[in-house]
């Protein structure tokens, strides 16, 4: 029984309850502002991309936010972010449109430079055509973002 204690407690990451495994030597985390890059710009997608980001790590880990440099750090720019029509009824006229949002990350780890990443995320979310996008952006940027920064998360933290 003791040599099962000390095998457990020599152990150096962290996992949390959102399946997050963050190595001991990690304990602050930043996120740079996520630049809009897109042809297509949505005002407030930069602002609730970067703050989406945050909320995510600090409400799922045990890292705290800083303003400077943290041991992780995340930087990116949104690149994608159009509409297409999808599904078309039998008049040859779009049922559906798809919402795409697409954001280049890059995470540095101070701790472990080998760690570094960089990756494109997108996602998409449908909706139907007879709406005006303008009438529907907001619940579906949301949920994108949803999205994006569970599976930006899970790169960086959950040891896929």
Not at 76 to 84: D, H, L, P, R
Not at 122 to 139: G, I, K, M, R, T
Request: aromatic share 6%.
């Amino acid at each position: 029984m003791l040599a099962v204690a000390s095998i457990v407690s020599s152990c150096t990451v962290s996992i949390t309850m959102s399946g997050a495994s963050i190595p001991e030597n990690l304990n602050t985390f930043s996120v740079q502002y996520i630049n809009n890059r897109a042809p297509l710009i949505n005002p407030s997608l930069s602002t609730t991309l970067t703050e989406g980001l945050k909320d995510r790590i600090q409400n799922e880990s045990r890292l705290q936010l800083v303003n400077e440099q943290g041991d992780i750090d995340f930087s990116g720019e949104i690149n994608v972010y159009n509409t297409k029509p999808m599904a078309m009824k039998a008049d040859a006229v779009s049922a559906q449109t798809r919402l795409t949002v697409g954001v280049k990350i890059r995470c540095r780890n101070s701790k472990d430079p080998r760690k570094d990443w960089e990756q494109t995320f997108s996602a998409y979310q449908d909706y139907d055509s007879e709406n005006n996008l303008a009438d529907v952006e907001d619940e579906l940027v949301e949920k994108l973002v949803e999205e994006l920064t569970e599976n930006i998360f899970n790169k960086a933290f959950a040891d896929w």
